[in-house]
């Protein structure tokens, strides 16, 4: 059920000032969009369920596409970006042919999209962001690190080499996060298009 303060809570102040819970954005993203590395403009966010991640780029002043790559998943997602009017347009598509033209954003946020993907699915999908990523431009995915025991899990190295080339990896961070009611520990993996 959405909020019934999400429209005041949207308008009356920074969403990054939430604390930490569902009306808080990643803290990846925070980090990304203060360190005024990425340009403003059109922002893609990917795969966020609950649309906050969505909503705190609208508000930090992107045009924003938020994704849904799985059924169901946007639909609270549609129900607060409704209510709060913000400049978010939502929609599902698959991962690997999302109805976006090349060179269309200037930013992308990732979250857990390419941690669910497997095999030639995870390689299709990187050749579709660099696709939809105009040149110059920048990704900020989250995966989980070695430090926890889920599959998939990576190291720095991993990290670089999963996604470079096509892209220039910029920074590998141990961030942590948070997981159900557990800790993971996870890497944000900032990227420039080259």
Not at 1 to 12: D, F, H
Not at 25 to 41: D, N, W, Y
Not at 157 to 183: K, M, R, T
Request: charged share 20%; hydrophobic share 40%; proline share 9%.
């Amino acid at each position: 059920m959405v909020s019934p303060n999400i429209e005041k809570m949207y308008w009356g102040r920074p969403l990054q000032d939430n604390p930490v819970g569902e009306y808080r954005p990643h803290e990846a993203l925070i980090e990304a969009v203060a360190s005024r590395l990425m340009p403003s403009g059109r922002a893609l966010v990917l795969s966020n369920d609950d649309g906050i991640d969505a909503l705190y780029m609208a508000q930090s002043g992107y045009a924003v596409a938020l994704v849904g790559l799985f059924p169901g998943e946007v639909e609270i997602a549609r129900q607060r970006i409704a209510e709060t009017d913000a400049r978010v347009q939502v929609y599902s598509a698959e991962p690997t042919k999302m109805p976006f033209h090349p060179g269309e954003f200037d930013v992308v946020f990732d979250p857990r999209v390419y941690n669910a993907l497997k095999g030639e699915e995870r390689a299709l999908f990187i050749k579709e962001l660099h696709r939809i990523t105009r040149p110059g431009g920048y990704i900020v995915f989250v995966v989980p690190s070695y430090k926890s025991s889920p599959p998939g899990c990576m190291t720095k190295e991993a990290a670089v080499s999963a996604f470079q080339p096509p892209f220039e990896v910029l920074s590998v961070v141990d961030i942590g996060g948070l997981e159900g009611e557990g800790f993971l520990s996870q890497y944000s993996v900032t990227l420039r298009r080259p």
